[in-house]
């Protein structure tokens, strides 16, 4: 045969090797730091924002006409809660 059998790092099965072990062992812990600093820092993100937008009541928007009337047309149509 011309080529010789590729090799991998992955048993039958898809299991992890011994020699993928070894290798990826040192970065286990800096990989491990980085997955938590960056999930920490999207939550952080996502946190603000959210806080960011809680506290606007979005007075200053003024709504188009046919949302407005479309308001005020169910509201006159609900029913009253007070029998």
């Known amino acids: 045969m011309i ?4 090799t991998s790092y992955y048993e ?3 299991k992890r090797s ?3 072990e070894r290798a990826t062992a040192p970065f286990r812990v800096r990989n491990t730091l980085t997955g938590l600093g960056l999930i920490a ?5 996502y ?3 959210i ?7 979005f007075s200053d928007i003024k709504l188009p006409s046919h949302v407005t009337d479309h308001q ?6 609900a ?5």
């Not at 820092?41 to 993100?45: A, H, L, Q």
């Not at 806080?51 to 009541?57: E, I, P």
């Open 3 to 6: 080529f010789p059998k590729p």
């Open 12 to 14: 039958k099965g898809f």
């Open 18 to 20: 011994s020699a993928l």
């Open 41 to 45: 820092f999207c939550g952080t993100v």
């Open 47 to 49: 946190a603000y924002s």
């Open 51 to 57: 806080m960011a937008v809680r506290q606007d009541d």
């Open 72 to 77: 005020t047309n169910a509201e006159s149509s």
């Open 79 to 83: 029913p009253s809660a007070s029998s």
